[in-house]
């Protein structure tokens, strides 16, 4: 084979490239949005930990060194220390920080958290959103938690209490006005706090230093020396100080915060990144399958002129990479230049705070090797298939491939081989789930093999979802069957290529699966938390009495509020039992809103009653009882027997260990009074809430005979905790989610429009058989659809067990919960994405004319 020939040949296959502009394109499109999503899952990834982590170390990127008095020293740097080091040559900005707090005079315990923040510039953590920034003794700006809450406005006049210099045991109050409402970009915000620039606010803390000093480098200044000028200046005043570069403390603040709670979530984040990749191969994959599969017909006939086996894989693979360079690369730069929009975007359309994400020049690089090596790769088989046919071969039809019915075996039994070894371990793991309370279990164990498990799974569908195309769209197909010629085109046309159907379906089932997973893994875990917080915070407040409780007037005076909504009074006797302290209580579970919320092991809250009792999780082991067997208690007038009506998983209601009706806590010898009150505010939202909170404080005044013994406590906090970081977890999984669905729905289009291109003939003969233009239209958005509903169908059976198979491996307490209208929406909204996905190719196949399509087609 000459060197001509070989160009002859490399010239063909990019000649039928040209000839073809909408195969070109529609080729090129599925690589380059793989790549767009693929990278822009990277800068997704990069966005979400930078902006965690940001939220978590109180050290931003500005700051060049931290110093830190020596352990010695104990109290901090003062204010001549601090001086000092502004005044060394190379130090641009310098500040002291202070983390410490008081609580609010006349508010009951109600703490404002104090920060030292200069306001402004780069080593500023917040951003002034209402009035002024401190700028005189006296003054305190507040985050929006303390001005909601607190209702702390700007102008408004509020107080410390600090202990007493002369008696430690007395307090102090130290008056300051409210002069704005900032921003913080770090976990602060969410607790009520105040900010001042460190010398204003030092004198409202109980700190007599600063016990850290940020300090940020003049540019071109070697950090290096600037550290040791720091520690000259600072080692009379505090001997044995360290000064450390902003860089080291960041990456210590960065591995305490992933060595806790965090490092589930990047991991998750992490899986999504690994999914999006391989649904982007899947999608790429499939479509370069498809348009060389159909070329066999071109390739044989080059084969009949004389072209060689291998010139002919070497014009093809090159072919395939000069579309992953090119696709590629622009798909990395188009999701390079929208991940660094985000932030921007994020900040002036939704009010929130993002980190910008890196360049990641080392994953670019990657994404455009692997959309090289994916592209060569998907054109390899076919390629190879097409080098080893006969010259006869090349008046077979191009659409035969992709059209038979059959796999080969040994992808029969690869399939049959993943779907047992996924039955196999989700079987193990069913056997091995902890029961309801369990802790002493390997939640890593069970959650690897569930993933694994799903790997095998998605395998198996990979392999035999040919076999299962017909079967489900025998049952999906069935109502489009009924509209007539058009939904009977539709479902022959998906029916009559399984291989084709099967692989869009797959990449669609993969979105589908990832979003439902996450919908009720989300919502399993949204209902551990309710029922957890339904037992800790059962209401928005807890008003604990003083040693003389509220009596029963005090109590109806509380529920005349307008301000408070579901006032429920209880009582609590601790009793001893066995060498332990026992809390019982009285609370009614069902005169809260969140009683509904409470599990049991065994039995049911509903059978609570004189005589019979809830009982927690921790006794229910001592004593060996469960719903229906009897314990006794001791009362002023012997032991009382009670019935167990429920055992619960954990605790019950506000840490009890015993839940029993009134009547029986009176046998026991409780007091009258109410030992505290649980009540909700009349309204959502922080304003509400912070008005409740004044009512309260009203009420107390009025009815404590020592306000001061009383305890107010705002439970509704740790909700909103809870709450943050289920939002934070959802929104991280369905945004990244929503990538894979991107592919899924880009899967469809290029392939209905690879079908559309390449079924000419066939929509030729339609056309001059006297189907109308609509009706083909309405055929190609069908079929569209028809993938789109055969890729939910199998999404939803593999996503829903596997994703209540992670959650209970992780939480042996989470439910499972079946957000019936989110999967609907998701199936529906899919269904008609996948649909909308086929409007531009029948556009295309409508404006063919039957003469013009029976003669292209030749």
Known sequence: ???????????????????????????????????????????????TVNTTLDRFRGTSEAVSLVAAPGEDAGTGFDTAALRRIRALPGVAEAVGRVDDGAPLAGRFDRYLALYADPGTGPLSQVRLVEGSYPDRAGEIAV????????????????????????????????????????????????????YATDARLLPYTQSPGFPRVDIRAEDGVAQGELAERVRAALDKA?????????????????????GGDLREMFQLISVFLAVAVGAAALVATSTFRIVFAQRLRQLALLRAIGAGSRRLVTALAVEGALVGVVAGTTGVLLALGAGHLAPTAARLLAGRELSA??????????VVVGAVLVTVGAVLAPALAAAGVSPLQALRAAGTVTGEHRIRPARLTAGIVFAALAAGLAALLVSELPEPGQQDYDRDFGMLVTVVSAGFAFLALVALGPLLVRPVLAVAGWPLRRLGTTGRLAVSGVGGTPRRAAAVSVVVALGVALVSGALVAV??????????????????????????????????????????????????????????????????????????????????LDDLAPGHAVVSSTLAESLGVRAGDTFTLPSRHGR?????????????????????????LDRLGAPAHASGVLADAAHRGAAARGEAYRALETLIGAHASDPDDVGLQVLAEVRDDNKGTLDILLTTALGLVALTILMAVVGVTTTTSLTAIERTREFGLLRALGLGGGALRRTITLEAGLYGVLGSVLGLAL????????????????????????????????????????????????????M?????AE
């Open 1 to 47: 084979m000459t060197p001509s020939w070989r160009a002859t040949v490399l010239g063909s296959q990019l000649a039928e490239l040209l000839r073809r502009p909408g195969r070109l394109l529609t080729t090129g499109l599925s690589v380059l949005v793989a790549a767009f999503v693929v990278f822009a899952t990277v800068m997704a990834q990069q966005i």
């Open 143 to 194: 985050n929006r938690q303390a001005a909601e809450e607190l209702l702390l406005k700007p102008g408004s006049r509020a107080a410390l209490l600090l202990p007493d210099p002369e008696d430690p045991e007395k307090s102090r109050k130290v008056s300051f006005t409210v002069t704005g409402v900032v921003k913080s970009s770090t976990t602060a915000e969410q607790h009520a706090g105040g």
């Open 238 to 258: 505090s001997p044995g100080a360290t000064v450390k570069t902003g860089a080291a403390v960041r990456a210590q603040e960065e591995r305490d915060a992933v």
């Open 357 to 366: 994400p890196g360049f990641g020049v080392s994953y670019g690089v990657l």
């Open 523 to 604: 919502a399993g875990l949204g209902g551990y938390m309710e029922r957890n917080a339904a037992v800790t915070a059962p209401a928005d407040f807890q008003v604990t009495a003083d040693a003389k409780g509220w009596s029963a007037g005090a109590v109806r005076e509380f529920a005349a509020s307008p301000e408070l909504a579901h006032v429920t009074a209880y009582r609590i006797l601790l009793l001893p039992l066995d060498g332990m302290e026992l809390q019982v209580s009285d609370l009614d579970p069902d005169a809260l809103p969140t009683g509904e919320d409470i599990d049991t092991v065994t039995g049911s």
């Open 640 to 664: 009382l027997r009670l019935t167990v009506a429920a055992t619960l998983p954990d605790q019950g209601p506000l840490q009890s260990h015993v839940v029993v009706a009134p009547e029986d």
């Open 799 to 850: 996503g829903v067990p596997y994703a209540w198979l992670l959650v209970r491996s992780a939480v042996s307490e989470a439910p499972l919960l079946l957000p019936q209208g989110q999967l609907l929406l998701v199936l529906t909204a899919l269904t008609l994405l996948t649909a909308l996905a086929g409007l531009l190719p029948s556009r295309h196949a409508t404006r063919v004319t039957p």
């Open 852 to 856: 013009t399509a029976l003669g292209d």
